[in-house]
């Protein structure tokens, strides 16, 4: 098997270098590497996410885009409060981004709006809307997380729809790209 596979390779070789003699070669080699590189790096590093509702508000706004990183999930568990992108639970094709705000074994709970989790109310600067909903008390299941818009009245999120399974994170939203006036980190 050895054999065959050097064999296969000084094959390739060879008839690279009968290729390299064509002007059209090395332009051809370049976008094909180019090609390769941007699709690894959109498969397993980084995308951009569009904002499709005002449900993230003023965090993030409608029609902004956003830069996601896929590597800090593969090494580490996501942290309450971090914004993430993930694949709807109900429709894998669509991809929304909210706030998380329960990992897997906390207990949730919404009391006329204040978020607690197990029992302690969390600071939530980042929420101007604020609804005056209730919600559980429920616990987390063991491989999801829970997560809210931070515009909550206009939010469709955890509430509403249930938890977030692992499987469906597509990252963390880092940088805030568009519009140029809002360039930034996302906070």
């Given at each position: 098997m050895k054999d065959k596979l050097l064999e296969f390779w000084n094959l390739i070789?060879?008839?690279?270098?009968?290729?390299?003699?064509?002007?059209?070669?090395?332009?051809l080699e370049t976008i094909i590497f180019a090609f390769i590189l941007?699709?690894?790096?959109?498969?397993?590093?980084?995308?951009?996410?569009y904002i499709p509702t005002g449900s993230m508000i003023p965090t993030l706004?409608?029609?902004?885009?956003?830069?996601?990183?896929?590597?800090?999930?593969?090494?580490?568990e996501p942290r309450r409060g971090e914004v993430i992108v993930f694949k709807?639970?109900?429709?894998?094709?669509?991809?929304?981004?909210?706030?998380?705000?329960?990992?897997?074994g906390d207990t949730i709970e919404i009391k006329n709006g204040i978020v607690y989790v197990n029992g302690r109310a969390l600071d939530e600067p980042y929420v101007k809307n604020k609804?005056?909903?209730?919600?559980?008390?429920?616990?987390?299941?063991?491989?999801?997380?829970?997560?809210?818009?931070?515009n909550r009245?206009?939010?469709?999120?955890?509430?509403?729809?249930?938890?977030?399974?692992?499987?469906?994170?597509?990252?963390?939203a880092v940088l805030l790209l568009w519009p140029p006036q809002r360039i930034g980190l996302v906070k």
């Open positions: 070789l060879s008839k690279r270098q009968e290729l390299k003699k064509h002007e059209w070669y090395d332009l941007a699709f690894l790096i959109k498969t397993f590093i980084l995308q951009i996410s706004n409608e029609k902004e885009a956003v830069l996601v990183i896929r590597i800090p999930y593969y090494f580490r709807y639970p109900q429709d894998p094709t669509k991809e929304y981004v909210k706030r998380l705000i329960a990992l897997p609804s005056s909903d209730n919600y559980g008390p429920i616990q987390v299941p063991k491989e999801s997380y829970f997560v809210l818009g931070d009245p206009v939010s469709v999120d955890s509430r509403y729809w249930g938890f977030v399974p692992k499987k469906n994170l597509v990252g963390k």
